[in-house]
């Protein structure tokens, strides 16, 4: 049974900086594309950076460009969202998704399992 599970969240004051981790389980982490998608109140959910199963690759929205860094780490099945600069624009839930053999394009995440989410508040 695949699991997903982020922590990381929390409050923070604009400007500020929070790093989310997701921890995967069930599957052979290695062979994953990770992604961090997130949905504010009354939005749909959006994509907000992504990298490829190997590694090697790395996408992110326009939104987080040079604020937002993916990151992972095989040998402890997780991934990490280092968030700084951070907006009350970014406030929403965060999500870790995993999609297998993907690119981790904003586009390819149809077939992905989730995670239950980790609430991020940013203050202006």
């Known amino acids: 049974q695949v699991q997903l599970v982020e922590s990381g969240g929390g409050l923070v004051q604009a400007g500020g900086s929070l790093r989310l981790s997701c921890a995967a389980s069930g599957l052979v982490f290695s062979t994953y594309a990770m992604g961090w998608f997130r949905q504010a109140p009354g939005k749909e959910r959006e994509f907000v950076a992504g990298i490829r199963w190997g590694g090697d690759t790395t996408s992110y929205a326009d939104s987080v460009k040079g604020r937002f860094s993916i990151s992972r780490d095989n040998a402890k099945n997780t991934v990490y969202l280092q968030m700084n600069s951070l907006k009350p624009e970014d406030t929403a839930v965060y999500y870790c998704?995993?999609?297998?053999w993907g690119s981790g394009r904003a586009r390819q995440w149809s077939n992905a399992y989730w995670g239950q989410g980790t609430q991020v508040t940013v203050s202006s």
């Open positions: 998704a995993a999609s297998q």
